[in-house]
């Protein structure tokens, strides 16, 4: 079992920067998967950036440059800070490790881009 606590959302005008963190818990093998993905009302659950244990990381192109994602492997934590905010930014964003097949969220945590 694996658990995961986000912190970080809140409100943030247009422009503005937010950063998130998330920190995992329990049996966690070395070798994975940490990231995040962002759901908005009406909308899928979508990637925003992920990240390997080796540091090879993965982002939505509608992020790319505006967002970094990074991760302490001893202390089992991943950040995603974001830069240049944008309302379409607005979303439930939720923490996710993957390990193979096996995967663990977050609660998620709201983060709201004002105009």
């Known amino acids: 079992q694996v658990q995961l606590v986000e912190s970080g959302g809140g409100l943030v005008q247009a422009g503005g920067s937010l950063r998130l963190s998330c920190a995992a818990s329990?049996?966690?093998?070395?070798?994975?998967?940490m990231g995040w993905y962002r759901q908005a009302p009406g909308n899928q659950r979508e990637l925003v950036a992920t990240m390997t244990t080796g540091g090879s990381a993965n982002y939505q192109d509608s992020v790319k440059g505006r967002f970094t994602i990074s991760r302490d492997n001893a202390k089992n934590t991943v950040s995603l800070q974001m830069n240049s905010l944008k309302p379409e930014d607005t979303a439930v964003y939720y923490c996710l490790l993957r390990i193979a097949s096996y995967e663990s969220w977050g609660q998620g945590t709201q983060v709201t881009v004002s105009s």
């Open positions: 329990g049996s966690i093998f070395k070798i994975n998967t």
